[in-house]
Nanobody, 122 residues
Framework: VQLQASGGGLVQAGDSLRLSCAASGGTFSRFTMGWFRQAPGKEREFVARIRMSGGGSYHADSVKGRFTISSDNAKNTVYLQMNSLKPEDTAVYYC????????????????WGQGTLVTVSS
């Protein structure tokens, strides 16, 4: 399984970005796909996850109402639409995948992408 994240960049506070995560090398219809982020000097934290079977999505409280995770199963791609970005959203964003119904714990995810940097200036 390979995950390729893209879409990061430098934006100003209040702007929007959409991250993409293209998955390959497996059958993803039963996977859980997640987004995590890691800011400099901080631990990796959960952002959002979605069950590719159509079992719903879940977002961290810190991003709820601003970020939306979605998927295009035909393309094996997961997206993270990020609106109203804040400087504290600055981090490397990672997509992750797991064969089980994983939640918010990063240790449950077996596969990881390389990360894409999001920088939000004030």
């Amino acid at each position: 399984v390979q995950l390729q994240a893209s879409g990061g960049g430098l934006v100003q506070a209040g702007d929007s970005l959409r991250l993409s995560c293209a998955a390959s090398g497996g059958t993803f219809s039963r996977f859980t796909m997640g987004w995590f982020r890691q800011a400099p000097g901080k631990e990796r934290e959960f952002v959002a996850r979605i069950r590719m079977s159509g079992g719903g999505s879940y977002h961290a409280d810190s991003v709820k109402g601003r970020f939306t995770i979605s998927s295009d199963n035909a393309k094996n791609t997961v997206y993270l639409q990020m609106n109203s970005l804040k400087p504290e959203d600055t981090a490397v964003y990672y997509c992750a995948a797991d064969r089980a119904c994983s939640g918010t714990y990063s240790g449950n995810y077996d596969y990881w992408g390389q990360g894409t940097l999001v920088t939000v200036s004030s």
